[in-house]
Nanobody
Framework: QVQLVESGGGLVQVGGSLRLSCAAS????????RGWFRQAPGKEREFVAV???????YYADSVKGRFTISRDNTKNTLYLQMNSLKPEDTAVYHC????????????????WGQGTQVTVSS
C-alpha cells in the first residue's frame, strides 16, 4: 500500500523556520515528480513547490526565496525548508507525487499525504 506521511508541522512565530518531511512507503518515488501544496481554511488547495525527477525546482511566487524543496531518493523522502515564515503561510501542508512532467495543478497528482498543520503566529 502506497503511503505519503508528512511531519514537521507546528506553531511558529513570524520570521521563524520549520522543516517539513514527507516519507513515502509502498513504492519507490525516485521516478516521480514530488510537490508540496497547502490549503488554508476556506481556501482552495494551492501549489507551493515542486521538484522534478532530475532535481529541478519550481516555486510559487509567494514562497520564492523563503522556501526550499529537496528530495532524498535514498530515503524516499521529500523535504520543505520554510524560512521567514509569515501569517499567510498558515495552512495544512500536503505532499504529493505524480509521474510525467511537473505540474502546479493539484488534480494532476496521483498520490497525496494527509497533511501537516503549520501555524504562524504574529
Amino acid at each position: 500500500q502506497v503511503q505519503l506521511v508528512e511531519s514537521g508541522g507546528g506553531l511558529v512565530q513570524v520570521g521563524g523556520s520549520l522543516r517539513l518531511s514527507c516519507a513515502a512507503s509502498g513504492r519507490t518515488f525516485s521516478n516521480y515528480v514530488r510537490g508540496w501544496f497547502r490549503q488554508a481554511p476556506g481556501k482552495e488547495r494551492e501549489f507551493v513547490a515542486v521538484v522534478t525527477i532530475g532535481g529541478s525546482t519550481y516555486y510559487a511566487d509567494s514562497v520564492k526565496g523563503r522556501f526550499t524543496i529537496s528530495r532524498d531518493n535514498t530515503k524516499n523522502t521529500l523535504y520543505l525548508q520554510m524560512n521567514s515564515l509569515k501569517p499567510e503561510d498558515t495552512a495544512v501542508y500536503h505532499c504529493a507525487a505524480k509521474t510525467g512532467l511537473y505540474s502546479a495543478y493539484a488534480n494532476a497528482y496521483d498520490y497525496w499525504g494527509q497533511g501537516t498543520q503549520v501555524t504562524v503566529s504574529s
